[in-house]
Structure formats: structure tokens, C-alpha cells
């Protein structure tokens, strides 16, 4: 195995307000760069490229630091930080955005600080392609990058969203979005025309149905873990990748094997997003529950050849 | 392991007409009690209880005996065959009904025939709650029943419904459907209540995301198989049913692993439902074919703990 490598996330940091048939939040910490370095945080050491207001303070900065994340690259900038507010209904499956207002994030442009420049892997958060593609471009010597998007880059930015597809190793991408990207139905197809467009791996997202995992080598499926109640979805996605991508830094290894393992604790992670509103259950995590609820995940699959 | 039982199913046989995204068929051969009996016929010796019409001929008939099904139950009756006429379009993961025609089916009275009554299983297909409970009154001998209903009953006749839930072991559900019974968003729960209710193993059928088993001793999941092509939905559910019914008959054991195998083994033979129209790719199957995607299914969810 490996020694830990150093993994670096770039995207949002923003304050949420939340509504879900379990309750309501006002501003509280989120974004895909805190949902994914606090969980990546459990796994291996995390640096963060990001933009805040003025109005993000220590005490924010702190829940990034008790957890040890380097957050020399969170840029402070006048004025008001990314601001987000959502609902979520029934199922819970989709959020309905009630309010966006970008603030700080509509011109942030991601400055690599020197000394991340030997980060060994990276996760480019949902943020325009053409920024994903510099940061990308600007750290050549990485093991492997994971790329996120979204149907509004799909749609809006097709070309820019090939071109950094074309440099990266993993797409980490929603059901939906898989079949919008690739014109297909059948996401084993999606995945297949996916791949031949750049990332050698490409992890279905699928929400309370768990994922699925494409390499070169097979096809794994990885449920969600049974909840008797989710809170708040938020950030579930990007905790997914926290884990994936944490556990692949913290082991260097990227055979199918352990592609496998990496897309379980994913799925681990998901599950205790989702538990409460926020970063809540991600911060009174334990080591233990993180490796139990795996275990628990295996016992769920397990049956006799 | 016990010896092979034998299996009874009740339920419909219809004409369906059905257009998918690829390709449009005319009044073949389907209904619940068809895909449910020709599945199970790969596991175990089945017989059948059901309603046909004077417009049923040696042609169908010929289909059911071809695969060795006992149709000495299905009874035929002046008029026409149930039909029904549905389309699926985008995922496919729902049918909009064209148009609905009872036909005998409207009067059905299921009749057990002498030779039936030492049944050690049945699968008591989507009809009536009231016919269902009349069915499993008259078998007491039965080492298992399952139940399978749908919202039509769930919503016009909940007491009924919860006379039969009451005297079954297994429940075979779709998501949706579970909700809907149990007034719970979380499956987990929702399941839990499900089985206060009657049934002690409870069976989520989650189309194209697989199914999750509740048992009294763990939860298990399995994945759908990945398919390049959905070409048609109609009968997975039921398939999904023979594969899973036809494994515990065939073995006789109700113990917690095997019913492990019997969920793979009904997602196995849904994900070969799906692949052709109608009973097109469940009627040209081979023993190795079904085995060999069973073995499959484990790859797709093996991963070291």
C-alpha cells in the first residue's frame, strides 16, 4: 500500500438555508468544497481552494480547522459569501432551489497556492468547466482527478465540459445527469460513452438507490444504506466523493478492487449526510462508526455464490 | 434441503399491447399469473389458477404446457381474454394505461382444483384483496404464501387488503407502493410497519435499482442487472416474483440466506423479463444462462470487507 497522498478539493463554500419535511435551517455551513473536505478529512489530510465574503469569520474557519483541513487556499474577499437556499419534498430525491445568490462565488477565479502544488489527488467540485480545466491544467503531476457537474454545464457549456472531461481520470456524476450528458437511457451505455470522452471511471450517483461504478476492468453497484429517516440531502453528493476520493488518497491505490471499497465508503458517508441538516452528523463522526456502518454495507449485500 | 414443493400461482392472463421507446406489440400473450408461472417453471413444477376467454386457444395453451405448468386451474369461459394496452416512454420505470378491458376477468372467482389443494406455495397475484383471502383460506396447508397488490386496492380497499396481509409470510411490493401502504417515506420503516401487519419477509421491487429484502434477521439488498436495452417492462415485476417464489419452492427453505438467493435469483430473471417483449426472452432461456447471471450479480456487489 501506498503512503497517504495529499488530496485538494476545489469548489463552493456557501451558507444554506434549508427546508425538509424533518424541519428548517437558516445560513448554515455548505457548499461541495465543506461537504467534501470535512468527509475526505476522515480518510486523509485535505486542502481547500475556495471563495468567502467578508462576512465568513473564525468561527466558520474553525470547523475546517478542528478537522485539520489546510484552508490556505479559502480566499477572503470583500463582500458577501455564496448563499444557497433549497427545499425538499416526498421523496426527498430532488431540491427545489428557492434562492441562489452567488455573491463572492460569480468572479472567483481558484488560485492554487505553491504549497499545493504536490497534491496527488484532486476533486473539481461543481463549478464552471473552463475553471475546473485551469486548475487541472495547473497541477500536472497528479495521480488522479475526479470531476463533478451539473445540467447546467451540461447544457450551457458543452464544449468547456469535454474538454476537461478529456483530462481527467473519474467522473463522479447524478443518474439523471449521466443519461443528459450522454444521450442514453441505459446507464451502462451512458457510462460507456462516457468513458470513451476521458475519465477511465465513472460513478453513477443515485441518491437513495446507492451507486454504481464503472472501470475498465467491471460494473459495481453499492446500495444506500437503509435509514429509518433522512434529514436533509444536501451535500450528500459531495460527501459521497469525500469518501471515495478519500479513501483512494489515503491508500494511493486505484486498482478495481479497491475502486470497490472506495465506492462503499462513499456510500457510508452518504448515509450519515443525510442523517441530520448540514455538517452535523459528518463533525460527531467516530472512526468506528465510519468502519461499522462498512461493515454493515457488506452484511446488506452479502449472499452465498 | 427439503424436497422440490410445488408452486401455485393465482393471478390474471391477459393480451397485452404495448409500445416502448423500441418497438410496439399487439395482444401478446401476458398477465400476471403467464410471466409468474413461465419464470418459475425454471425452478420448480407450477400450476396455475386463472380466467381465459372463449378467444384463448391451443396456440397459449400450448405456450404454459411447453414449459410443463399445470393449467388444469385455468379456466375457460365465454368471452374475451382480459387485455390491456399500455405504452412506456423515457426510463420506462412506469406504464401509462392506454386502455384497460376486464373482459372474464371482471367475474373471476378463482377455483382450486382437487388436484392443486397439496400446494406447498403460492403467489397470489395482483387481483382482489377479497379473491386473494378466499384463495389462501382455502390452502391451509401452504408452507408459504406471498401477496403482491397495488395501489388500485391499497386506496379502494385498504380493510380488505389488511384481512390477507394478515395471513401471509411474504409481501412482494413495488416502492411506491410501500409508501403508499404504510404511509412512510422511508422504506426501512416502511417495511417495518409492513411486517407488524402480517408478512414477516417484506419484498421492495424497485425496477431498474433492484429490490431490498426485510427479513425478521437482517435487510438485504440486490442490484437490477445492467442491461445495454430495457426493450419492455411489462411482467418484471411478476417475473421478478416467479424467480424469487420458484427459488424457495425448488430448495423449501425459508432460512434467512436463502432467501438471500431467492431475491438474486428474482432479479436475475426480471433483468431477462426486460430484454424482450412480452415472454419472448424468458421462454428461449437456458439453466446456464440464469446461473451464470447469477453468478454475475455477485461480481457486481462483491467487495472486501
Partial sequence: MAAVMSLLVVGSIAFDSIRTPRGEVDEILGGSATFFSVTASWF???SVVAVVGDDFGEQQFRIFRD?????????????????????????????LTLDTQLNVFETFVPKIPAAYLDSQFLF????????QLQVRRALPQLSATALDTMNFWIHGMP??????????E???????????????????????????AGPRVVVIK??????????????????????????????????FAGGFMGHLARTGDLADANLRRAAVYGSVMGSFAVEEFGLGRL??????EIESRYREIKRLTHFDA
Fill in 283 to 288: 463533525l460527531r463522526l467516530t472512526a468506528d
Fill in 159 to 168: 464544449k468547456e465540459l469535454a474538454s476537461v472531461l478529456a483530462t481527467v
Fill in 67 to 95: 478537522r485539520s483541513i489546510d484552508t490556505r487556499g479559502v480566499e477572503q474577499v470583500p463582500g458577501r459569501t455564496f448563499r444557497w437556499k433549497g427545499e425538499y419534498s416526498g421523496d426527498m430525491n430532488q431540491a
Fill in 206 to 239: 443515485r441518491g437513495e438507490h446507492g451507486a454504481t461504478l464503472f472501470s475498465p476492468e467491471s460494473v459495481f453497484t453499492v446500495p444506500a444504506f437503509p435509514l429509518d429517516d433522512v434529514y436533509d440531502p444536501t451535500g450528500a453528493g459531495d460527501t
Fill in 124 to 131: 473539481l467540485g461543481n463549478i464552471m468547466p473552463t475553471l
Fill in 44 to 46: 486523509t489530510s485535505v
Fill in 170 to 196: 473519474i467522473l463522479l456524476i447524478n443518474e439523471a445527469e449521466a443519461r443528459m450528458l450522454s444521450h442514453q437511457n441505459s446507464l451502462k451505455k451512458a457510462a460507456e460513452i462516457i468513458r470513451k
